[in-house]
Every structure is written in C-alpha cells, then in structure tokens.
C-alpha cells in the first residue's frame, strides 16, 4: 500500500481499526470475513515474514498473532506494517497471507515511481478524487490490469485476462 503523507496517519489509523473488526473462524461460517491460512507450511512461512519485516526495522503496528480459534485450523490475525521502503523484501515479495504494509510517499509522482518499481505488473490500483491523476495512473501504471477507485482483485471475463513484467504474461 503507497499512500501519501497528506493522509497518511488517518489511512493507518483506520486500517488498523477496519483490521481490528475483521471477523476470522471458520471458512464455512459465513459471518466468518478471514478463514485459516491454508496449512502449516503456509503459517509458518507467513509468520517468517513477519519477523523479517521487524528484523528490516518496519514497525508491526497492527495484528501479527497465531489465533486460536473453536475450528481447527491455521489462523493468523492480518498484520500492518509501517515504517516501511519498497526496498523491504515484505514490500518487494508475494507473502501470500494476511500481511501488508504502508509505503508512505510525499506525492502522487513518488507514489507511481515506487508503484512501478517492481519485477510484478499484474494489477495496480488508485483510490484518488483527482481526475487528473486517475486519468495518468491509467495511462501510465505498469501493469495489465489498472483500477480507480476499485479492488485490485476483480477482473472482467469478457476482456484480455494478462499482467506485464514478471507477471501473468509477462
């Protein structure tokens, strides 16, 4: 996550108070927003992560912890990172688990430098009420799919499914 220093501290403290709502049991339970990590393996290598991310001098400032919870399962509470570069390996590898992290940037140009500085071009995202620089992330955003102001998971099936750089296509 690139997000700028106008709104930085507020886009931190309300991740941290959306995170700490999250409702995580059971896949099947369908009040149930965060379900198990897949295994074992995948748990610890989330819990790896996390410890290089702290060992990189990022600050863990939410969430982190293995969870018990009444179902068997591999639970993680999503952690947040701040303090963090896009030269952190938490900023540069694919974790796949509950584990994120804030780049804070000065502006809109250093946040699409940073957000094009990767091998990855799958998907990229603005949250943004500037047409102006919706209308340039689009244009220039280095991957094969861009959003504005929409999740960088979905995908329309009636359209060319691909990524650049490393990714998908490549």
Known sequence: ???????HDRFVEAMKDRLSKLVI??????KTQIG????????????????????EGADLAFGGERLDRETRGFYLQPA????????MRISREEIFGPVANVIRVKDYDEALAVANDTPFG????????SLKHATHFKRNSEAGMVM???PTAGVD???P????????YG
């Open 148 to 150: 504005v102001n929409l």
């Open 80 to 87: 947040l990172f701040t303090e963090t570069t896009n030269a």
């Open 161 to 168: 499914f691909g990524g650049r750089k490393g990714s998908s």
């Open 36 to 55: 198990p990590v897949v295994d074992q393996s995948q748990l610890k290598q989330d819990e790896d992560y996390i410890a290089i991310g702290r060992q």
């Open 25 to 30: 049991g059971d896949a099947l339970d369908a």
């Open 1 to 7: 996550l690139v997000v700028t220093d106008g709104i």
């Open 157 to 159: 099936f009636h359209v």
């Open 122 to 129: 799958l998907t990229s995202g603005i949250c943004t009420s």
